[in-house]
């Protein structure tokens, strides 16, 4: 199971963070601090799992930002890279060809396709093609209530 999801860039700037066990917010601010620091510290050449702490680290670095999950001792790191690996593809799918400044200013949208992806740090979707089609559902229900006020949302389900 994974413990948790972080991406960040080069310079070390953390860009997404997804949590599927519940850590203090102090612990969380240590670790990612501490793991990002590991990681970029690492060289290009390097195998992209290693032993920290009591987790095992698998990461990988696309264009200008690293994509690194936190597993159990007894998971299957190929596993995690190939969803890690799936993930990027939707982001892909979706963005075009994914930047930093995509994940920046449409982070809800990268949360979301996260979150269609797995589900308590479990694999919920294999299907790209399904995931990318309740994307654009999601899409499409945003769109349609950009044009519908809050009260006539409210009086809609009976509220006002």
């Avoid at 597993?71 to 799936?86: G, K």
């Avoid at 939707?90 to 979301?112: H, M, P, R, T, W």
Wanted: aromatic share 12%; with cysteine.
């Amino acid at each position: 199971m994974m413990q948790f999801m972080l991406l960040f860039s080069r310079q070390g700037k953390l860009r997404l963070q997804k949590w599927y066990e519940p850590y203090p917010e102090k612990q969380r601010r240590k670790i990612t601090r501490d793991l990002i620091t590991t990681v970029l510290a690492r060289k290009p050449k390097m195998c992209s799992f290693l032993e920290w702490r009591d987790h095992k680290i698998v990461y990988k670095r696309y264009a200008s930002l690293y994509f690194c999950a936190a597993i159990e001792q007894d998971d299957n790191e190929l596993i995690t890279l190939e969803v890690i690996h799936r993930y990027v593809e939707l982001l892909d799918k979706y963005f075009g060809s994914v930047c930093e400044l995509d994940i920046i200013f449409n982070f809800e949208k990268a949360y979301y396709m996260l979150d269609e992806l797995l589900i308590a740090g479990e694999i919920q979707e294999t299907s790209k093609k399904n995931v990318l089609k309740a994307i654009a559902a999601q899409d499409m229900l945003q769109e349609d209530s950009d044009g519908v006020s809050l009260e006539a949302a409210l009086k809609e389900v009976g509220l006002a």
